[in-house]
Structures are given as structure tokens and as C-alpha cells.
């Protein structure tokens, strides 16, 4: 490990795992450090004899040696990346020591979230995780927590799984609000109703599979929420004046062109 945080081939001392935790606490220490960014569900994590529920709006940063335990509820899932020991010693990336408990911002969980798609069909090229990394630290270390919104966990989980059955009612339930309460609360905060809000992060994920997966149009329909390709198409044509399939070329004609 030289100074820097490199290693002798100038690349970045990093690793990436996705895992669940069950019930029973399960503790470690390590000479690595370690970011745990939560992508479905919740993870109970103790670092040091602190503690906290992560979620989709909060990470944990394990400082090298520190003790930590981990537990959760079925269904959770997290990235953990594993640092170098001396990587978060760089510059501004020595602030996430200070926090081990830090929010995800909005810029922060779209990372999250582009790392789960490009995950979606085989494990990160070694070269994307060595783009993406820096990418994330930087994004983390310089987000400074801004008053929550009453819709962040909602935008957050909704965001993570846009083709679940969002309905109104649901959205009520998973923030405890009721519907009208949630409906005038998306006015207000994002000036859409909840269903056009809902429409365009289904129509940004499908575009985003379209791109970096050569999944069927009609897989990333239902993936996205839509129920056939023909709901997806003319959502597309209303929202975009294109078709899936036409999106798919052109973004890949636009790729060969720059390479």
C-alpha cells in the first residue's frame, strides 16, 4: 500500500459485496475499512457500542479495527464496500471517519441505485467499481444533512423498487400519513401529484435498464411497473415522443459515436 491509498498498479484498494443479515448479531473487526449502503429493507449495525437502524437514507462507515454488529429483518439487503486502510485518510474523505453513521443523499443514493442496475445482470466490472468509488466518497464526504422531508424514507424506498404497486393507499401506509395528507405533501414538495411522480421515476428506471441491460422491453416493463410492453410504449411516446425500442438505439448508436 503506498501513501496515497494506491496500489502499486495505481488503482484503488476496493471491493464490493452485496449481502443480507438474519436476526442473530454477527460481530467483526477488520483492518479494511468498510462502507455499508443499504438497498432493500434494514440493518440494526453497532460500531463501537453505537448504534442505529440503516436504512435507504442512512449508511455506516467502519473505521479500520473498529468492532461492529450487525443484524436484520428478512428481505434486507447492502452493499459493503471494503477500503484500503489508508484510502479514507485522503483529503476530504476523512470527514466519513468523524460520522460513522452518515446521511445518503439525494446525489448519493442515485449512485446506490446506478451500482444495484449495473449489478442487475453480473457483478461490477473491476473498472466501474473503480470509477464509481471515488464518485461515491467524494458525494458522501461532501453532503452536508439537510432538514428531512416528510416523503424522503417514501421517495427513498419508492425510488429503490419503482415497479412495486404503489398506489396511493400504499404510499399512505408506508409513511403512516393519510392520503390526502400524502397527496398535498408531493404538491407541495415536488409540485406532481404522486401518480406523475411515480410515472417519471418508472419511465427514468426502464430508460436506465434500457441502456445498461439487454434485457427484453418487455421484462423491463413489469420490471418498472408497467403491465405489458405496449403500457411502457405508449407511457414513453406520451412522456418522451420516442418507443423503448427506439431509446435503446439511439443510445447505443450515441455510445459507438464517442468511442
Not at 439487503?77 to 486502510?85: A, C, E, R, T, Y
Not at 485522503?90 to 446521511?103: N, Y
Not at 473498472?127 to 417514501?154: F, H, I, K, M, V
Request: with cysteine; hydrophobic share 40%.
Amino acid at each position: 500500500m503506498q501513501p496515497d491509498g494506491l496500489n502499486v498498479d495505481g488503482k484503488l484498494p476496493v471491493d464490493l459485496h452485496l449481502r443480507s443479515y438474519g436476526p442473530q448479531p454477527l460481530g467483526d473487526r477488520h483492518s479494511f475499512a468498510q462502507i455499508v449502503l443499504p438497498v432493500a429493507g434494514e440493518v440494526d449495525l453497532e460500531i463501537e457500542g453505537r448504534g442505529r437502524t440503516l436504512d435507504l437514507l442512512h449508511a455506516a462507515v467502519v473505521a479500520p479495527g473498529a468492532w461492529h454488529t450487525q443484524w436484520g429483518e428478512a428481505g434486507n439487503q447492502s452493499f459493503i464496500l471494503d477500503l484500503g486502510p489508508e484510502l479514507l485518510h485522503r483529503g476530504p474523505w476523512q470527514r466519513l471517519l468523524e460520522r460513522p453513521f452518515t446521511p445518503i443523499g439525494a446525489a448519493a443514493r442515485k449512485l446506490v441505485e446506478f451500482m444495484s442496475l449495473a449489478r442487475s445482470d453480473a457483478a461490477a466490472p473491476a473498472q466501474l467499481l473503480q470509477g464509481w468509488t471515488p464518485l461515491l466518497l467524494d458525494t458522501l464526504s461532501q453532503e452536508t444533512p439537510q432538514p428531512r422531508s416528510r416523503l424522503a424514507a417514501l421517495m427513498a424506498r419508492i425510488e429503490a423498487a419503482p415497479g412495486q404497486p404503489w398506489t396511493l393507499d400504499a404510499m399512505a401506509r408506508a409513511c403512516s400519513l393519510s392520503a390526502s395528507r400524502v397527496h398535498a405533501l408531493f404538491r407541495q414538495e415536488t409540485g406532481m401529484s404522486p401518480h406523475d411522480w411515480l410515472l417519471q421515476r418508472r419511465l427514468e428506471r426502464a430508460c436506465t435498464l434500457l441502456v445498461a441491460t439487454r434485457r427484453s422491453i418487455a421484462d423491463i416493463a413489469l420490471e418498472t411497473g408497467f403491465s405489458d410492453q405496449s403500457v411502457l410504449t405508449r407511457a414513453m411516446r406520451t412522456a418522451m415522443d420516442t418507443t423503448p425500442a427506439a431509446y435503446r438505439k439511439a443510445a447505443r448508436e450515441d455510445k459507438h459515436k464517442t468511442q
